[in-house]
């Protein structure tokens, strides 16, 4: 059975910085594409940052364009572990964030292409 589990959400003023981490089991997490999304109340959820799967290539990355130069997403293997590292974080970012893993795509970037998700964690950013 899959498991995604993600910490290291908070509540964190305007400009900081936050870095969220997703551990994953019962998956080959090398093989695995994994994505950031996020959903603030009363919206729908978004795509926020995706990582490709790295076991035998090089590693790509995509990003929302309102996070592009702000979030940072990467991954390490040996952990089984995707990081999303949030800086200059502003208001609007205030959402619950979500890990998503998939093993059949290289690379991807639409909720409906993850088929398995973490429970979420809270970020709220005051201003």
């Known amino acids: 059975q899959v498991q995604l589990v993600e910490s290291g959400g908070g509540l964190v003023q305007a400009g900081d910085s936050l870095r969220l981490s997703c551990t994953g089991s019962g998956l080959t997490f090398s093989n695995s594409a994994m994505g950031w999304f996020r959903q603030a109340p009363g919206k729908e959820r978004e795509f926020v940052a995706a990582?490709?799967?790295?076991?035998?290539?090089?590693?790509?990355?995509r990003y929302l364009e309102s996070v592009k130069g702000r979030f940072v997403i990467s991954r390490d293997n040996a952990k089984n572990t995707v990081y999303l590292q949030m800086n200059s974080l502003k208001p609007e970012d205030t959402a619950v964030y979500y890990c998503?893993?998939?093993?059949?795509?290289?690379?991807?970037?639409?909720?409906?292409?993850?088929?398995?998700w973490g429970q979420g964690t809270q970020v709220t950013v005051s201003s």
């Open positions: 990582i490709s799967w790295s076991a035998w290539s090089a590693v790509s990355t």
């Open positions: 998503a893993a998939e093993s059949g795509k290289y690379i991807a970037t639409r909720a409906d292409e993850y088929d398995y």
